[in-house]
């Protein structure tokens, strides 16, 4: 991909994320945004051939993008699994902070049975990359523990953060550490997955 194109893509995105919270994710909100750019007509299909489709996963894309960047230049960096895991979530809400309409609108096209299998994908790199930034390296059962429970810990937050106006999202901050306490306190879940969270016990 050359430089204009990737310029074209951002453009584009930022264009689109701007309309959803009108037109949703539909064809419509791309050949607006494709006017607002002053593209000619069809560039916005050469860019996304699959749509709606490409330009989720080209967001979803340059979020995991920047949440890499944004994780690893924090000062001081975050010490403990459970800190990890509570940086990487909040600075991924943070990211969207600006685009609480276009990530609602998400939600609402990815909620149909018949996309489902891409919903749980995009859900699957967003937590395996909050484990992977934490430095987990597990290849057993823990692997999948670890995702599973991080998942249910994420969803959760992201509806929580949807409706919090509180300055910098801090209740959102603090929701989500009830959250991973929470899930660390049920008996039979701990027993089972003792290992994979044990990094994660307050202190």
Same mark, same amino acid.
């Given at each position: 991909? &050359?430089h204009t194109v990737?310029?074209?893509?951002?453009?584009?995105?930022?264009a689109?994320l701007? &309309?959803v919270?009108?037109d949703?994710?539909s064809? %419509?909100?791309?050949t607006?945004?494709?006017?607002?750019?002053?593209?000619?007509?069809? +560039?916005?299909?050469?860019l996304f051939?699959?749509d709606?489709p490409?330009?989720?996963q080209?967001?979803?894309d340059c979020?995991?993008? @920047?949440?890499e960047?944004?994780?690893i +230049?924090? +000062? %001081?960096p975050?010490a403990k699994i459970?800190q990890?895991?509570?940086s990487?979530?909040?600075?991924?809400?943070?990211?969207?902070?600006?685009f609480?309409?276009a990530?609602r609108?998400?939600?609402?096209?990815y909620?149909?049975?018949?996309?489902a299998?891409?919903t749980?994908n995009?859900l699957y790199?967003?937590v395996?990359?909050?484990w992977?930034l934490?430095? @987990?390296?597990?290849? @057993?059962?823990n692997f999948?523990?670890?995702r599973?429970?991080?998942?249910?810990?994420?969803?959760?937050?992201?509806?929580y953060?949807l409706?919090d106006?509180?300055?910098n999202h801090?209740?959102?901050a603090?929701f989500l550490?009830?959250r991973?306490?929470?899930v660390?306190a049920i %008996?039979?879940?701990?027993a089972?997955?003792k290992?994979?969270f044990?990094?994660?016990?307050?202190s």
């Amino acid at each position: 991909m &050359n430089h204009t194109v990737l310029e074209q893509k951002n453009a584009l995105l930022a264009a689109i994320l701007a &309309n959803v919270a009108f037109d949703g994710f539909s064809l %419509p909100a791309i050949t607006l945004a494709e006017q607002q750019c002053g593209f000619e007509k069809g +560039t916005a299909f050469c860019l996304f051939p699959e749509d709606i489709p490409d330009v989720l996963q080209y967001w979803h894309d340059c979020l995991h993008k @920047d949440l890499e960047e944004a994780y690893i +230049t924090q +000062t %001081p960096p975050p010490a403990k699994i459970r800190q990890k895991i509570h940086s990487s979530v909040m600075l991924r809400l943070h990211l969207l902070a600006d685009f609480k309409p276009a990530v609602r609108a998400a939600m609402g096209y990815y909620v149909l049975p018949t996309r489902a299998l891409d919903t749980s994908n995009y859900l699957y790199q967003i937590v395996d990359q909050c484990w992977r930034l934490a430095g @987990d390296t597990s290849t @057993d059962y823990n692997f999948y523990s670890k995702r599973f429970l991080l998942a249910g810990v994420y969803l959760s937050t992201l509806l929580y953060w949807l409706q919090d106006e509180s300055e910098n999202h801090q209740e959102t901050a603090d929701f989500l550490t009830r959250r991973i306490e929470n899930v660390l306190a049920i %008996p039979k879940i701990t027993a089972f997955f003792k290992k994979p969270f044990a990094g994660l016990r307050p202190s």
